[in-house]
């Protein structure tokens, strides 16, 4: 375990010569790249913009359900359990059949990837994306297959089709991208879902609420698409400030959450988000104050890159990712030095970071540690 930002740095050297993300392996599965160094903590020191977690937390209304289920800490949750599968099913005008709760959204990705994948059986997924369903995919013996996104950064569905055969039992699509904040057309992903009719569909909407003013986006959970196969997972931890107290959900049909169901793990939801995740849904305003926070300081970051003659990766969601035209393991290092954790390194864009949108001050000591970058500048001015 990395306990000091001495170890995180002697770390990361080690991961980045060996062209690897920094990780912590519980036992059994491999969770590389899943579980960030934030974790391991010098808090109050360090800047966190590498979990793309929300950097104002909570609303008002969601920490007071917070304080005032504390009372509740010694019972198990199993009541609130079904409680709060209705209220997402309400919010989602779905039936509660169609509602499985997580341990966060990682807790969907491997119920599905035990569902649907195993020996034999092969997932689709882009290259760079969310890894953790790629982790439980190899920990359920299943081969993976992993194609570049397109020149747009979109999903490169008709490579996609290409790899796929007869053992293709899962495709993840996660809509916006993590780590590039891009999205694929809501059309074009309709197309594809008809064009592979034996497999299952993981739509990872993790970052929904930061994508909504796109009009190629459509979540389909809102506009759903009348097909069994598709599982939309969604989180508690981005736009509703909650990943430190873990909660995901997924709709998709009464047949597949059935399937998904057997492999959570029993009371997996605790006592405490229960109430935090239900004041969250009802807190539109809280929702509303939330995305527009992140659209004024994704216009700001796009504003200070743009001063330095950068062009990130247009964003979607509450992170942004650039091409530095350096090494990222060693860009990654000099922010390490200066007390900023930014995200780890992605496969098959090895010059580019991901940089989580934090407070205003924490954004400007980024922008004062990215000038300080012992690097020729007019290199990244591309
Ligand atoms: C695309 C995506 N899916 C799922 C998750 C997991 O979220 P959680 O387990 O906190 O719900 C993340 C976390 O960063 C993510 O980026």
Redesign the pocket.
């Known amino acids: 375990m990395i306990t000091s930002r001495r170890d995180f740095l002697r770390s990361l050297s080690t991961g980045a010569a060996a062209g690897m993300a920094v990780h912590w392996q519980p036992s059994g599965i491999s969770r590389a790249a899943?579980v960030e160094p934030s974790r391991f903590k010098q808090d109050g020191e360090l800047i966190h913009l590498n979990?793309?977690e929300n950097a104002y937390g909570p609303s008002t209304k969601v920490v007071d359900a917070i304080k005032s289920s504390i009372g509740s800490a010694n019972r198990y949750p199993r009541m609130e359990y079904n409680a709060l599968a209705e209220r997402i099913a309400g919010f989602h005008k779905v039936k509660p059949e169609q509602v499985l709760l997580?341990?966060?959204?990682?807790?969907?990705?491997r119920m599905a990837a035990f569902a649907f994948l195993g020996n034999g059986k092969q997932l689709i997924q882009s290259s760079p994306?969310?890894e953790?369903i790629e982790h439980y995919a190899r920990a359920a013996s299943s081969e993976v297959i992993s194609v570049r996104l397109n020149p747009a950064f979109a999903h490169d569905l008709d490579g996609m089709l290409a790899r796929a055969n007869a053992s293709t039992t899962l495709v993840y699509i996660?809509n916006p991208?993590?780590p590039t904040a891009s999205l694929t057309a809501r059309k074009d992903l309709e197309n594809f879902i008809g064009k592979l009719p034996a497999a299952s569909f993981v739509i990872?909407e993790?970052?929904h609420h930061y994508a909504g003013q796109s009009g190629m986006y459509a979540s389909f959970i809102d506009r759903p698409l009348g097909d069994e196969r598709v599982i939309v997972?969604r989180?508690?931890?981005?736009v509703y400030g909650l990943?430190g107290l873990?909660?995901?959900y997924a709709v998709a049909s009464p047949k597949i959450v059935q399937q998904m169901r057997r492999f959570a793990t029993e009371d997996n939801i605790n006592a405490v988000v229960t109430q935090a995740a239900a004041a969250a849904l009802d807190d539109t305003d809280g929702v509303n104050g939330s995305v527009r926070r992140n659209t004024d300081d994704r216009q700001e970051f796009f504003n200070q890159a743009m001063a330095r003659a950068l062009k990130p990766i247009d964003s979607h969601a509450n992170f942004v990712m650039m091409n530095t035209f350096h090494p990222a393991g060693e860009v990654i290092q000099h922010f390490c030095k200066n007390n900023i954790l930014i995200g780890r390194l992605f496969p098959t864009m090895d010059s580019y970071i991901r940089v989580s949108l934090g407070r205003p001050e924490e954004m400007r000591a980024f922008w004062r540690a990215w000038d300080m970058l012992p690097y020729p500048k007019h290199s990244m001015q591309h």
């Open positions: 899943t979990s793309n997580g341990c966060g959204s990682t807790e969907i990705l994306t969310f953790a996660c991208n993590n990872d993790a970052y997972a989180t508690f931890s981005k990943a873990r909660l995901g």
